[in-house]
């Protein structure tokens, strides 16, 4: 069975307000990409993934029009995917949910919040912690709550997923030196506190024995910037702990002079190139990786087959400026 993470570039830019999906020669909000060739690029990726579960990171939104699940569903027919129904839990007001697209005749999926009190709050609620060691406690929302599944296999077999995507550090609406610095610092304390949030719900699973799957984009990685020296820890050593295991994410913490592989692509435009990043992750419990698990990343130029496959190539460049992830369980 196939799991796959995927962030995708703006998807709510490719519907309408009637969640129909719109594949026109009308500019999408990727650069130089229209909405008929990044849909049709995703229906592609989507097809040859071959997946039976994706957790789609950034979404389609919901409001007061629209629905997630609905174009989604409408994508997913458009290109007669297997995985043709989906869940997402709490929604948010960035246009960029957090979806589960799986298919009803291998699993059963359903939206599964959990809470552990104060310790560890629903994700939509508040988070308190103190973070800064000054007797004050600061409080903690999620941009984006997690999405906390329930799943079985149609074979009987039970496991939780959780679907993450942590706020990014970057200093918007920051100017000078200062300001920038000041922004960078406080989104880091957000993001390492939504870290710790994540992670005592991965103990409350922990503790119960119950298989887990933790994928999404965490929008953080060891030595990913400058600020990580002033807290000790990345929001992936935070999240995995010493009991979840993704071997892209222990590669990256093997070391500094390592080679880390990545799974996402941006391009800088003060600097005239790209950046690539390792930021997408499927971590699984010790029990689900005694499963013959086996990860992928399909980067268009760093995994032979994508890279041998031109139109899959192409097609992965052009959907998003992320990668899919996959992993493969004997379940």
């Known amino acids: 069975m196939r799991f796959a993470t995927y962030n995708i570039e703006w998807f709510t830019g490719l519907f309408d307000d009637d969640n129909r999906l719109l594949t026109d020669d009308t500019w999408s909000s990727r650069y130089k990409v229209t909405r008929r060739a990044q849909a049709d690029a995703l229906g ?5 993934i071959d997946a039976d579960a ?11 029009r629209r629905r997630t699940g609905a174009a989604l569903e409408a994508f997913a027919a458009h290109y007669g995917l297997r995985t ?26 359903r939206h599964a919040p959990m809470s552990d009190g104060d310790h560890a709050p629903r994700f939509d609620r508040t988070f308190r912690i103190d973070l800064d060691i000054d007797a004050t406690e600061d409080s903690v929302t999620f941009s984006k709550p997690p999405l906390e599944l329930s799943v079985v296999t149609h074979g009987g077999f039970a496991f939780r997923m959780i679907g993450a995507h942590l706020k990014s550090k970057a200093p918007h609406g920051a100017n000078g030196a200062q300001q920038i610095m000041a922004a960078a610092i406080a ?3 957000k993001q390492l506190a939504q870290a710790i949030w994540l992670r005592r719900r991965i103990e409350q699973h922990l503790a119960q024995g119950t298989p887990l799957i933790v994928l999404g984009d965490l ?21 995995m ?12 913490l093997a070391g500094p002079l390592k080679a880390v592989p990545t799974s996402a692509r941006f391009w800088i435009r003060p600097e005239n190139r790209f950046l690539q990043a390792m930021l997408d992750y499927i971590m ?6 005694a499963r013959d698990a086996r990860w992928r990343i399909w980067h268009p130029l760093d995994d032979p087959e994508c890279w041998g496959d031109a139109v899959l190539r192409d097609a992965l460049v052009t959907a998003s400026d992320h990668f899919p992830v996959t992993l493969d369980l004997a379940l």
């Open 187 to 189: 989104n880091r304390r």
């Open 241 to 252: 702990g010493t009991e979840l295991y993704d071997p892209h994410a222990r590669l990256a």
């Open 54 to 64: 994706v957790l789609i990171v950034e979404a389609p939104d919901t409001s007061r």
């Open 44 to 48: 592609l990726v989507f097809d040859r």
């Open 84 to 109: 043709r129904e989906a869940v997402m839990g709490f929604s948010n007001d960035t246009q960029q949910e957090i979806a589960l697209l799986y298919d009803p005749d291998r699993i059963s999926a």
């Open 284 to 289: 699984v419990t010790p029990d689900l990786r």
């Open 219 to 239: 929008n953080d990685g060891p030595g990913l910037d400058a600020y990580e020296a002033l807290f000790g820890r990345s929001s992936v050593e935070i999240v």
